[in-house]
Nanobody, 116 residues
Framework: QVQLVESGGGLVQAGGSLRLSCVAS????????MGWYRRAPGKQRELVASISRGLSTNYADSVKGRFTISRDNTKNTVYLQMNSLKPEDTAVYHCSSNPGGPVEYWGQGTQVTVSS
């Protein structure tokens, strides 16, 4: 099993920035890709960004140019730098190991609230 612990959420004004972190532990060798999902009230879950072990990245259209995903394999940590935040970015953000794969683990989530 994989344990994921997120941190870094909070309240920020529109146009501001936040950086989320996620530390993985447990069966680390089973992790290839890492990703960040978000779930906003009344909306479907959205895969915001993902990054492979080789550092290839993918982003949802809604965050391209504003969010940057990165990972430090030596620290078993994945980051999500969020710039130019908008009120519609308000959601609970979850870290995921091997997003979309047959065995996927999620963290408990961290709340991001963007005020207008």
């Amino acid at each position: 099993q994989v344990q994921l612990v997120e941190s870094g959420g909070g309240l920020v004004q529109a146009g501001g920035s936040l950086r989320l972190s996620c530390v993985a532990s447990g069966s680390i060798l089973s992790i290839n890709a890492m990703g960040w999902y978000r779930r906003a009230p009344g909306k479907q879950r959205e895969l915001v960004a993902s990054i492979s072990r080789g550092l290839s990245t993918n982003y949802a259209d809604s965050v391209k140019g504003r969010f940057t995903i990165s990972r430090d394999n030596t620290k078993n940590t994945v980051y999500l730098q969020m710039n130019s935040l908008k009120p519609e970015d308000t959601a609970v953000y979850h870290c995921s190991s091997n997003p979309g794969g047959p065995v996927e683990y999620w963290g408990q989530g961290t709340q991001v609230t963007v005020s207008s």
